[in-house]
């Protein structure tokens, strides 16, 4: 159980368009998810904190009009990457939690890899 | 603030030697505590959590106790193997629907 998928995997972009990636938990639902940038060889940046049915709360840095974050439904977060560039090449990750217990676990997607050209 | 500590790497192990990796963190409050696991290319895994003080998380072979009297969560296990190769990160929530911190990780690599 606890499965959180990502998609796509890995995904190669023209500087100027937007990309979309879809983060989803296949056998929970999960009120809240996180969206994680990760630069090689250096750990998770929190980018944003997604709440279904509610604006996104975004970190201090963290730019919302050009990550856009829609979380729809209690089993789907997107996040949007608009007028991408090189810049932005990073590892995404996405997270969703379960509560059990009165405490939160945080299950990962596989990541997604984004290179802008 | 919350924050977690833990030791820089990366460390390089032969085969079945003992692994510790040292993880302290500061957190207003209760927090719990994980350890995950990140392959090449990968996201990244839970590994093993404790929710209360002298809890301990296991899994794999890998065992950390939550002490909250040295602040402390070190991951160990007893006899490592080259498919343990991978960067561990510390990770603490501080409260119920809050984001996790996490440490800066720690690269292993072990060795046949």
């Known amino acids: 159980g606890a499965v959180v998928s990502q998609h796509p995997s890995w995904v190669i972009c023209k500087s100027g368009t937007s990309v979309k990636i879809e983060c989803r938990s296949l056998d929970f639902q999960a009120t809240t998810m996180f969206w994680y940038r990760q630069f090689p060889k250096q750990s998770l940046m929190l980018m944003a904190t997604?709440?279904?049915?509610?604006?996104?709360?975004?970190e201090q840095g963290v730019e919302k009009d050009k990550f856009l974050i829609n979380h729809a439904s209690l089993t789907l977060s997107t996040l949007t990457v608009t007028s991408a560039h090189p810049e932005d090449s990073s590892f995404y990750i996405c997270s969703a939690t379960i509560r059990t217990d009165s405490t939160d676990t945080q299950y990962f997607g596989p990541g997604t890899r984004l290179t802008v050209l | 603030g919350n924050s977690v500590t833990q030791m820089e790497g990366p460390v390089t192990l032969s085969e079945e030697a003992f692994l510790t990796i040292n993880c302290t963190y500061t957190?207003?409050?209760?927090?719990?505590l994980f350890w995950y696991v990140q392959y090449p290319g990968e996201g990244l895994q839970l590994l093993l959590k404790?929710?209360?003080?002298?809890d301990k998380g296991s899994n794999k072979g890998f065992e950390a106790t939550y002490r909250k009297e040295t602040t402390s969560f070190h991951l160990e296990k007893g006899s490592v193997q080259v498919s343990d190769s991978a960067v561990y990160f510390c990770?603490?929530?501080?409260?119920?629907?809050?984001?996790?911190?996490f440490g800066k990780g720690t690269s292993l690599l072990v060795t046949p």
């Open positions: 404790a929710t209360k003080a002298d």
């Open positions: 957190a207003t409050g209760y927090p719990s």
């Open positions: 990770a603490l929530i501080a409260n119920s629907g809050y984001a996790l911190n």
């Open positions: 997604s709440n279904e049915g509610s604006k996104a709360t975004y």
